[in-house]
Nanobody, 123 residues
Framework: QVQLVESGGGLVQAGGSLRLSCEAS????????MGWFRQAPGKEREFVAG???????YAADSVKGRFTISRDNAKNTVSLQMNSLKPEDTAVYYC?????????????????WGQGTQVTVSS
């Protein structure tokens, strides 16, 4: 069992930056591929970025070049650095853990989820 807790959300102006963190407890994160997802009001949850157990990363086209996912297995954390934020990035952001090596954009492949952290970008 893995417990995930996100932090770092908040209110920021368009063009600003935020860094989200996801801290795990229960098991070491090095055993999992990790992902960040988000859900805006009235919309379905969508994939943002993922990182495999080996450190391979990829991101959704909508955030590519602006958001970067990283992991620190020693600290049992995964982070999402978000730059050049836009109002359309406003959403609740969720961290998720997947019990196999490769990351995925498929929500159903993730086994554990955090409670989410709110990110609001004002124009």
């Amino acid at each position: 069992q893995v417990q995930l807790v996100e932090s770092g959300g908040g209110l920021v102006q368009a063009g600003g930056s935020l860094r989200l963190s996801c801290e795990a407890s229960g098991r070491t994160l090095s055993s999992y591929a990790m992902g960040w997802f988000r859900q805006a009001p009235g919309k379905e949850r969508e994939f943002v970025a993922g990182i495999s157990r080996g450190g391979g990363r990829y991101a959704a086209d909508s955030v590519k070049g602006r958001f970067t996912i990283s992991r620190d297995n020693a600290k049992n954390t995964v982070s999402l650095q978000m730059n050049s934020l836009k109002p359309e990035d406003t959403a609740v952001y969720y961290c998720a853990a997947k019990g196999t090596a490769g990351s995925s954009f498929r929500e159903y492949e993730y086994d554990y989820w955090g409670q989410g952290t709110q990110v609001t970008v004002s124009s």
